[in-house]
């Protein structure tokens, strides 16, 4: 099995292909159905090769051919097969295949179905070649790869402004993050003359380069990260991403895609650990990113804006998890999190599907009994956000904040468990305004209904994940299944990581429900018993709101201070090149008309007349070859 | 040096081999014209519930030989705004590579004109000159139907030739030698190759009866639209000419796909007496010439566009098909030739079964555009 | 091997020079694309001899002659095609009357 | 008679048969007469390549250039008219020039070549059936694969040349 790893990501580049080129003439419809059976297929594949690595197979590496061979520098398409691959390869189909099959619900009457297939399917691949990649080049393909297809999809309704300037924000900000990745891969072939991950952790670990040289390839690495995961400084565009259709964001924007700089974090973990402050800084930016985007979540209305900022909160945490030393806890609650924000997108496309695309919660509300199944599992998702045992999200959030503190980061700890709060808080808000209280807008209202069987399937299905698979893969806390099989890959050499006693597990658990149940108990205050009134807290707290609302101005800054400071450094480059560049330029082109109109003559427009030239031209060669072998020049 | 076979001295067999193929050559081609045509005249009357020829001799056996007299005798009349030159040179251009054809065609163990290496690649390079003497006759006549005829013919040739060829390629494929000696002898005893790739045959003969211009593709002389076509200028013994051309076409193809497909000079007896060989080769051949007529007295004509697209959407594509899985399956299983001919077989079912499909469908088409033009 | 290799390759370059003398002497197109055949075929015959009379043992000269034919069917498809277009907009195939690229 | 014997004797008829032929192509008044006299001189230097033991180029010769090239060339040249011209627009103006410069090179070059010398172990060369198809497929493979996409870019381009505007 483990040999034909291949077919997981050929599978849904066949799909792609079959999809893409056949889609819009003959297949129609039937392309929801080949994508998700290919993805399907995938998906049994991954599962047969996770149990193969369960088996003891830890690490194989499946060459297919060699992609570069140019002296020294060698790249092989090539899949690194170990826990973190594999865990990473079933998180991916799975979740993939069970939106796949929800969007054939959900798209069903887009005029632009095939193209969405093809696209979604060309992702799948892309992503699972990113994950799968056994060196730095080879996962960047696969890293662009998901970036185009990312593109593509939140400007898949590309008919209106809004989603095409979306997805040209997303494209670009990334480019930004790329720049820094593409600088790391550069740095590491010139440091260590190799991209596989194999020669370049080893030769970290034997004869490691200078510090300061390792600290670039950290950082310039996580800046790729942090473009891709949606980080403090490139984070603004995962929002805007939501304009896609909702399966995009559940599937690119809050499960795979965005987790992909986790993913290249955790892989890298040796460089990492060996390059000092870099894991300090991932950390602090992680904490930071985590409770900056779990303050504008609080007083978000958009219910899919809300979802993306705390995606973007919860990859926060990620990268804090990556930053203390606990990739594992990272990895844990990167797949907890493809489930339960998976669902929880699924559920909001599931309303907005009932509501008629409206994505206002305050236009929604007492949609309960409309939607029982959406309400049920997006329930359970939500407490899996607010980390409520024994849900899934409890069990890694908890790894996270305990790691935090038992690896000495209190001030961390602090952080994580404030953001901890904020969540329960938001999440709760955007649950009791879309399903609970009064209808506030009856038309709506009266024509919800529940989404058919193909969407809310994979509803329940993505909840019973979000329901078993925290305990099921964590239990013992700190020492639980996920631990044993993920700690062989992204060990951090010479560091054993710090066992604290059960005692602290156990108080520190305490605290975080705590957290989450206070957040809960204080929204539900505010929402259910208008005591303090939101809107009387919102006008209280007037600048801090109208800050919050705004997103921390962020977009304004971007906009005019880089974007203007660019504007006229790029004036004065225009100057420079109408006046000086062109003028030079122009200066030349009067010579080359004076001799052109000189030469013009010779352009007489009779082939014959060519030909006549070439042939003379050989008779000149001829006579000067003859006079080289007589010697006549060397004289 | 050949082993001479009959304890002759290799340097007595090697030119009275040449001299026996040529012989026989000659005769298949002389004699067997005018059998062909009196077996044409019959077999045709047969099918159409008539007579045929009767009178001239017993059964109307003497009745071509009258004719071959008549067309000797006849006036030689050169139109006089004709080319004369290339009108003179087109009959023998189109009637030499036919008759060099024969050289390499492996009559029995031993006789033929020259067991050349390269026999099958020669073939078709004598069959493609062909097209260069209708051309030049067309384009000599100085008439616009034999003008057309002969472009018509050329466009229809050149077309044809690459799904022949291909059919050609996959049995070279199987067989590994272009050598018309070794195809025969790979095929002993009952194993024959048609039985392995019974498609290619197919295609082959279909590309076969379009090359050699006969019905249902002889739009080239097509007599209702173009008179006589390329030939409409020729009469007597040029026109003559023209025709044994076409009647030893006839024997080549059918010659070439005896070879190939079912084992040459191979039957009862001949490992005892090879000479026999002749005589099956011969009686083959004349199986499929009699197939060629059958053919002509029982289709209606295809109009031009319809054989074009019938080359280039249906044989080019099927031939290229059967030619790729040929080629995978000998490469993947080199040892046994079981998969390529189930393969085959499956590829001619369902050749055979997409026919009357297509054709139900095309039909359903024109009526409907029938009905939306009487509308 | 009385005929030596030197006289194919001789009559290969009368062959290839007939051919340019045709291609810088002729008016009509056709006639042009014919002489440039006759180049080709001498220089095919010329790697056919030197394919057969060197010392290595392989075809590599004859593999070149079936790459040339390659590119010649393509020319003369390609070049009759021109010529027909060519044409097409102007009622002549003599080449010094069509002078569009006359500078 | 050996081959020794025969092999020149055909060698001068061949000869005779390419330069004549070659050399009417270019002066032959009328279009198709060239056309027919290049694909007599093709089938010569076929003959030539017989000659030289190379039978499949030779089959090959005669397939591509009398079977296809000079039938293109003769529908190429029943499409457009035709007529037979004064000799001063049948030849260019700038023959005399032409006919200096390549005289001198025609006559230096076939000098040349007959320094030229078999190498004395070439005799024993057998056909060149099988050598010619290894190299091609496999020594160059990837050529012949160019090669091919050549063509068909060649098919393509001449169909869209000659192809008429629907209007």
New interface residues.
Partial sequence: MIQNVWLIPALPLAAFLISGLLGRRWLHHWTGVIASTAVGASAVIAIGVFLEVLGGKTRTIVSLYEWIGVGDFRVNVAALVDPLSSVMLLVVTVVSFLIFVYSNGYMAHDHGFYRFFAWMSLFVFAMLILVMADNFLLLFVGWEGVGLCSYLLIGFWFERPAPYVAAKKAFVMNRIGDWGYTIGMITIFLVFNSLNFTDVFARVEENPPTQSVLTLIAIALFFGATGKSAQLPLYSWLPDAMEGPTPVSALIHAATMVTAGVYLVARSTPLFAAAGPALGIVGIVGAVTAIFAATIALVQFDIKRVMAYSTVSQLGYMFLALGVGAPVAAIFHLATHAFFKALLFLGSGSVIHAVGGEQDMRKMGGLRRKLPVTYWTMLLAGGALAALPPLAGFWSKDEIVGAAFTNGYPILWAIGIFTAVLTAFYVTRALWMTFHGEPRDHHLHDHAHESPGVMTLPLMALAVGTVVLGFAIGWPPEAGFIHRFLTPSVEIPGESEHVAEVGTIVVLAIVSLAAGVLGILVALAMYVRRRPDPVAVARAAGPYYRILVNKYYIDELYDHRFVDAMRALFGIAWAFDIHIVDGIANRLGWLAVLGGGGLRRVQTGIVGNYALTIVAGLLVLLVAYGGYAAGVFTR | MPEGPFGLDPVIWAPLRLIIAVLLAVGLVFNGALAQIYLERKIQAIIQDRIGPLHTGPWGLLQTFADAIKLLGKEDIRARLTDKWFFLAAPSIVFSPMIASFVVVPFAPGIVGANLNIGLLYLTTLGSMTVLGIVIAGWASNNKYSLIGGLRSAGQLISYEVPQILSLVTVVLLVGTLSMVGIAESQPDWRINFLILPLAFVTYFIAGLAETNRNPFDLPEAESELVAGFLTEYSGMRWAIFFLAEYGEVTVVSAIATTLWFGAWHGPLTDRLPLLGVIWFTLKTYFFVLVFMWIRATLPRLRIDQLMSLCWKVLIPLTLTNLMVTSVLLLAYPSSRIPVAIANWILLGLFGLAVPFFQRRRLASLRERLRAAAA | MSVSLGAFVAVSAVLFFIGTAGVLVRRNAIVILMCVELMLNAANLALVAFSRRSASVDERGSVFVVFIFVIAAAEVAVGLAIVLAAYRNRPTVDVDEIQRMKG | MTY??V??IF?ALL?IG??SA??G??LANR??T???L??F??LN?AG??V???????A????????????????????????QPRAYG???????P???I??V???I????????????P???A?G???E??A???FR??GF??EV??V??L???I???V??KRDEE
């Fill in positions: 020794d014997v092999e020149p060698f000869t390419i330069v070659g050399a192509v270019v279009i198709t060239s056309a027919l290049m694909a001189s093709f230097v030539m390549f000659l030289l033991g190379a039978e499949t180029v089959a090959f010769q005669v397939l591509i250039y009398v079977g296809a090239i000079t039938v293109l060339i003769l529908y190429g040249v029943m499409f457009t008219p035709q627009l049948f030849f260019q103006k700038q023959t020039l032409a006919a410069v390549v001198p090179i025609a230096f070059v076939a000098l040349f070549a007959f320094s030229f010398r078999d190498a172990e070439a005799g060369k056909h060149d059936l050598p010619l290894t190299s091609v020594d160059f050529p012949f090669a091919s050549l063509l870019a060649a098919m381009g001449a169909i040349l000659v």
